[in-house]
């Protein structure tokens, strides 16, 4: 089984403050995912990781595939309300992406 | 993309009892899968809904406790039988299109 790694559990922070979640493993991976999710609905994909030191923006959000393909990052910059959820980072462990190991999850709340 | 609609989305059980939860798909699909998320954790693969064959179950979860049904391409069911405490949790159904997952909003499951 390849773990995942997630790091921290729990961050609480004000507004406009800026975060790093970490996702470890000791295994080589072909792929991340990382993933959102707000209570009462199901993860929604934030992005997909493929390439060794790849670095990918969404708006605030920036998400970094270590170089040997073990561990990701994500770092919110200038965090707000509305990104408070629970952050997951995942691996598609089969021939389906719907087939996913996830880290243990990141429960993010940023006061207003 | 798939939407995937999940019924019931909450329910409340008494114990030793089963709860069956819909999931539908709005496509055709090969795989559907079912996970498990108990209260502030992160989200455990139970099993692989197989259309035409036996559900594929994952260490720790067995077919007597978590039956499931796959009649066609864009449907599934999974029964939580005889349920305790212990169950209490949210249960949600994914797919896998391409490189991508999407879930169904769960099924908040309290078992008293």
């Known amino acids: 089984t390849q773990l995942l790694e997630q790091s921290p559990q729990f961050l609480s922070i004000q507004e406009g403050e800026n975060l790093t979640v970490y996702c470890n493993s000791s295994?080589?991976?072909?792929?991340l995912q990382w993933y959102r999710q707000e209570p009462g609905e199901g993860p929604v994909l934030l992005v997909t990781?493929?390439?060794?030191?790849e670095v990918k923006k969404l708006k605030r959000l920036t998400f970094q595939f270590g170089d040997a393909r073990k561990d990701s990052s994500l770092h919110i910059t200038a965090a707000q309300p509305g990104d408070t959820g629970l952050y997951l980072c995942?691996?598609?462990?089969?021939?389906?992406?719907?087939?996913?190991?996830f880290g243990q999850g990141t429960i993010l709340t940023v006061h207003p | 993309s798939a939407v995937i609609s999940q019924k019931p989305s909450r329910d409340i059980c008494q114990r030793g009892t089963s709860l069956t939860i819909q999931c539908q798909v709005d496509?055709?699909?090969?795989?559907m899968f079912w996970y498990r998320q108990q209260p502030g954790q992160s989200l455990t693969l139970i099993a692989t809904?197989?259309?035409?064959?036996?559900?594929?179950?994952e260490s720790g979860f067995v077919i007597d406790k978590f039956p499931i049904s796959r009649p066609n391409l864009t449907f599934s069911t999974l029964t939580v039988s005889n349920m305790s405490p212990e169950d209490s949790s949210i249960y949600l159904c994914?797919?896998?299109?391409?490189?991508?997952?999407?879930f169904g909003q769960g099924t908040r499951l309290t078992v008293v």
């Open positions: 994914s797919v896998g299109q391409g490189s991508l997952a999407f």
């Open positions: 295994s080589v991976f072909s792929s």
């Open positions: 990781v493929v390439t060794g030191g």
């Open positions: 995942a691996h598609a462990g089969g021939t389906s992406y719907g087939k996913l190991t």
């Open positions: 496509s055709q699909v090969t795989m």
């Open positions: 809904a197989n259309q035409g064959s036996e559900a594929t179950y």
